[in-house]
C-alpha cells in the first residue's frame, strides 16, 4: 500500500527506518495483555471468501452476537449458505430486509446485499470468489472495494478471516477507538491507521495470529473501552496506555 497519506517529511521517514525496539513490542505488548486477561478467544472457522464478505457487510456497525443472529437467520430464510448464495441474489429486497432485521440498518444493507450479489455474478460469471486466492492481496482489495459498501475494514476482514488468509488489520470503528486511546499510531482514518499498523505487526505474525488480536481488541471494545464510560481501572492495558491514566486522574481530582 503507498504512504501518500502519511501527512508529513517525518512520518515518511519514519516509514522507512527500522523500528526501535519499544515501537517493536508495541502490539505484542498490547496482545500478551489482553490474552492474560481475556485468554484465547473463540475464532471461527475460516469461511470462504464471498461467505465472509456477506458476513462482515452484515456486520458493519453491528455488534457481533446480532451479526451471527442474522446470518443465521438470512441462511435459514433462503436456504441458502457457502457454497450456496443464489437464492439471496435471487430474493427481493423486501425478503432480504425481513431475514436481516437483526442487524443494524437493514434496509440499506439488503439493497447492498442484492446489488452486490448480482454484480459479482455479472464480472465473474457465477457467484464465487475462489479465484481471488490467484491474485496478490493488494490487488484483491482492491478489486472487492469497487462494490458499493465494502470499505477497507470489509476487504481486509475478507483476506484475513477467510480461507484467502492473508495478512490485514480490519480496522473498524471499535478498533480505531481503541488504537487511538492507546496512542498506538498519530491519529488518522481507519485506512492510514491500518497502514501504520502493519508496520508494527511481527514478521512472524500469520492471519491467524492477526485475526486473534483483532478478536482481543474487539473484546476490550465491547466491554471495557466502550465508546462511552470506558472502564479504565479494571482495564488490563491501564498502564500503557495514555487515556487511560489521564481518565484515572481526572476521576482523582473530581473526587469520584
Ligand atoms: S485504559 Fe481505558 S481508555 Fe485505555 S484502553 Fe483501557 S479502557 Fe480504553
Not at 35 to 50: A, F, I, N, T, V
Not at 84 to 113: C, G, H, M, Y
Not at 168 to 186: E, F, G, K, M
Request: charged residues 25%; glycine residues 4%.
Amino acid at each position: 500500500m503507498p504512504n501518500e497519506e502519511l501527512n508529513n517529511p517525518e512520518e515518511q521517514e519514519e516509514a522507512h527506518s527500522p523500528l526501535t525496539p519499544e515501537q517493536a513490542d508495541r502490539l505484542p505488548r498490547v496482545h500478551r495483555l489482553l490474552l492474560g486477561h481475556y485468554g484465547e478467544p473463540k475464532l471461527r472457522q475460516s469461511p470462504d471468501p464471498l461467505t465472509q464478505l456477506i458476513y462482515s457487510l452484515l456486520a458493519s456497525r453491528t455488534q457481533p452476537a446480532a451479526a451471527e443472529h442474522g446470518m443465521r437467520d438470512l441462511e435459514r430464510a433462503f436456504h441458502a449458505g457457502p457454497g450456496n448464495w443464489e437464492p439471496v441474489r435471487d430474493a427481493s429486497i423486501a425478503e432480504l430486509e425481513r431475514a436481516i432485521a437483526a442487524v443494524t440498518f437493514p434496509e440499506q444493507k439488503a439493497l447492498r446485499l442484492k446489488a452486490l450479489l448480482e454484480q459479482i455474478t455479472a464480472r465473474v460469471g457465477s457467484l464465487t470468489l475462489e479465484f481471488l486466492a490467484r491474485y496478490r492481496t493488494g490487488k484483491i482489495r482492491t478489486w472487492l472495494q469497487q462494490f458499493e459498501g465494502v470499505d477497507h475494514h470489509i476487504s481486509a476482514a475478507v483476506v484475513c478471516f477467510s480461507t484467502l488468509r492473508r495478512r490485514a488489520l480490519s480496522i473498524d470503528a471499535s478498533y480505531l477507538r481503541v488504537a487511538q486511546r492507546l496512542c498506538l499510531t498519530p491519529r488518522a482514518d481507519a485506512a492510514t491507521t491500518e497502514e501504520r499498523l502493519l508496520r508494527l505487526v511481527p514478521e512472524t505474525w500469520d492471519a491467524a495470529r492477526l485475526e486473534e488480536h483483532q478478536r482481543l481488541v474487539q473484546l476490550l471494545a465491547q466491554t471495557l473501552c466502550r465508546f462511552k464510560d470506558p472502564q479504565c481501572k479494571a482495564c488490563p492495558l491501564l498502564r500503557i496506555c495514555p487515556t487511560g491514566e489521564r481518565n484515572l486522574n481526572e476521576l482523582q481530582l473530581t473526587g469520584d
